[in-house]
């Protein structure tokens, strides 16, 4: 027993105090290498283990459905992580939106959109109409409504998937106003843009309410934002299958003509269109080169009726002018907007075309009779500012418009035009928008177009 003792004395002397070190190392790696071992034989019989169960969530206007799952099934031991969620946003003021995640499908002449998940108790439904003005009923009338439906993968009911895509989708609709040219804008173009340009167009577009007319005349916008062909969901019978989806486009406030920063989006429609000019001409003491002058025409309301001597006054004041009615060819719309330096014209839909101007170039907006100056700021003069636009508004008297033959000058409609607006917006529309053209004080209009040249110095 004593020389044993005296054996392991010997023995403990003989390790430094390095070897020591290492030998605990050693001992170290080697325990970690058994239990890794350990893992990998007995995995395959592990039970099954559910990490979260889905649950449902109302936070301020939120509604939640979200799960996150790794099951370890026995006939399918290696299947990884399944995230899926749904969350529908009601909150903003112009639009509400859903996102969702996993297993998404979309039976088309239903108008169904169908979300699986692995997680018991989840079964709850939305209704959403994807149309960026929530709250004018007149305008979400013609929009189509979906249903989205949480539902649990054993539920025989789910549609079996027809078509599958790897990509995500965008379901919107271009009902509503989206045949006028300042709501396709404002309530579609613009609120695409910011909900789908995150995706590098590697996103499908899914329309309903669609017309040939509108997909074609904002071709290179919906090209450029996706390389992807549209489906017309209305009208489809097939059940198509993504791994995300978004219903509804983001509007995040009650701005017309705007997204954050506005100023991208004009710079991504100058790319959308090849536009060639950048800047409007910069005028000095010695330049020879006329500014163009766009005009806007009307043919059927707000029309200017002293128009030949309008562009004759223009002319003499050093103005190109190019007359022009605004058609559906938004190609060549955009190529001769971006020409011109100058852009004016009466209130109304035509004048969105402002969004071609080059930077710097001037809006001209002539506000007609009727107390309609907010409508005015809030459709053009301040979304001009925001694009990066110089801005000019000019008021017509009583005198200028065409009302005067038709009413005395006695009449509420230029003694109280607050009490016609407060009649509502289809009498003051019928009046002050449908009834009324424009015959310019060219003296008085003289000093808007100098102003429009002294801006083009600066």
Known sequence: MEKEMKYHEILARSFSQHDKKRFRYAALVGCFIVTWCFCIVFKPYLAPLSVLNARVTIVDGLKLVMGTQETNNPQRPYVGIKE?????????????????????RIQGNSSTIFV??????????????????????????????????GIQEQDETIPKCTKRHNVPAIVFSVGGFG??????????????YATSLQFNREVRFLVANTRSQWTTKFKQVLDTLSRYEIIDIDHDNQVHC?????????????????????KDFIQFLGTSYSLERSTAIKLTNSSIKRPRLLIVSRQKTRAFMNLKDVIDAAHKMGFEVIVTEMNVNMSQVARLVNSCDVMMGVHGAGLTNMVFLPENGVVIQVVPWGKMEWLANTCFGEPSKAMGFKYLEYKISESESTLIDQYPQNHKVFMDPSSIQRKGWGVFKS????????????????????????????
């Open 84 to 104: 899926t969620y749904i969350l529908c946003n009601t909150t903003k003021p112009r639009s509400d939106t859903c996102e969702m995640k996993g297993d998404v």
């Open 116 to 149: 699986l998940s692995l997680h018991d108790g989840s079964n709850s439904s939305w209704t959403i109409k994807p149309y960026a003005r929530k709250g004018d009923e007149s305008a979400m009338q013609s929009v189509t409504s979906f249903s989205i439906k």
């Open 179 to 192: 045949g006028n040219n300042f709501h396709a804008f404002t309530d579609v173009i613009i609120p695409l």
């Open 242 to 262: 993504f791994p995300s989806m978004t219903i509804g486009l983001k509007k995040e406030d009650r701005k017309e003509l705007h997204t954050d920063p506005t």
């Open 431 to 458: 009046i002050y928008l449908d009834k009324q053209n424009v015959n310019l004080d060219l003296a008085r209009f003289k000093e808007t177009l100098s102003k429009a040249l002294q801006l083009l110095h600066e």
